[in-house]
């Protein structure tokens, strides 16, 4: 079945730890996108990858990083830098078809980060 | 001015009524105008998509679209306590950039009352 896969479910991070979150996608779609949601409130932009090797940073970039070396694989790492990251992190994708028609996105289950 | 506006919520519906979710935007150029439900702790799901102008129907579902007012709506109807949710309103906003990047409303929060 093809669909998008994030991976852990749920993470624990320690004060002033760096941890990776998976995002793997086999829908053959260019672009994927990392968004993070607080308790209640709406989606917030981190990061963007419109193709392999390129991405572009979102409305609330700092703290984080990401690499797009594959086409099926954009994971987002949370630094120490990032001071508040307990949340709700999604990952998506999306696909246009042929003639340009914008399918919009798909997303994974997510991924609980806690501070503790 | 946000670039999609939604109302907040609570929204709160009796079972069986018709419930009705606004969506606003700001850019004219915009072509695709999506629906997500977001149940509590999960990822959201696409339930509707529309690109012209009118009605688009799925069972219980209706979206409509009126690009020269720049609003989108969903209606459902015969609502059901699964129905009890966040839906997000999702546009693509041509001044983003890039023509696939979906910009999101913060969601309205529909509880429907047994």
């Known amino acids: 079945d093809g669909g998008i896969t994030q991976s852990p479910k749920y993470l624990f991070r320690k004060e002033g730890q760096n941890v990776t979150l998976s995002c793997e996608q086999n829908l053959n779609h260019d672009a994927m996108y990392w968004y993070r949601q607080d308790p209640g409130q709406g989606l917030r932009l981190i990061y963007y990858?419109?193709?392999?090797?390129?991405?572009q940073k979102g409305d609330i970039a700092e703290g984080y990083s990401v690499s797009r070396e594959k086409k099926e694989s954009f994971p987002l790492t949370v630094t120490s830098a990032q001071k508040n990251p307990t949340a709700f992190y999604l990952c998506?994708?999306?696909?246009?078809?042929?003639?340009?028609?914008?399918?919009?996105?798909?997303f994974g289950s997510g991924t609980r980060l806690t501070v503790v | 001015q946000k670039e999609v506006e939604q109302n907040s919520g609570p929204l709160s519906v009796p079972e069986g009524a018709i419930a009705s979710l606004n969506c606003t935007y700001s850019?004219?150029?915009?072509?695709?105008f999506f629906w997500y439900r977001q149940y509590s702790g999960k990822s959201p799901e696409l339930i509707m998509s529309?690109?012209?102008?009118g009605d688009k129907e799925d069972g219980r579902f209706t979206a409509q679209l009126n690009k020269a007012s720049q609003y989108v709506s969903l209606l459902i109807r015969d609502s059901q306590p699964s129905d009890s949710a966040t839906y997000l309103c999702a546009v693509n906003i041509i001044s983003s950039g890039s023509a696939r990047q979906l910009t999101f409303g913060s969601g309205t929060q529909l509880t429907v009352l047994p």
């Open positions: 529309i690109y012209s102008n």
């Open positions: 850019d004219r150029g915009s072509q695709s």
């Open positions: 998506a994708s999306n696909g246009v078809s042929t003639l340009g028609a914008n399918y919009g996105y798909t």
């Open positions: 990858s419109q193709i392999v090797n390129d991405f």
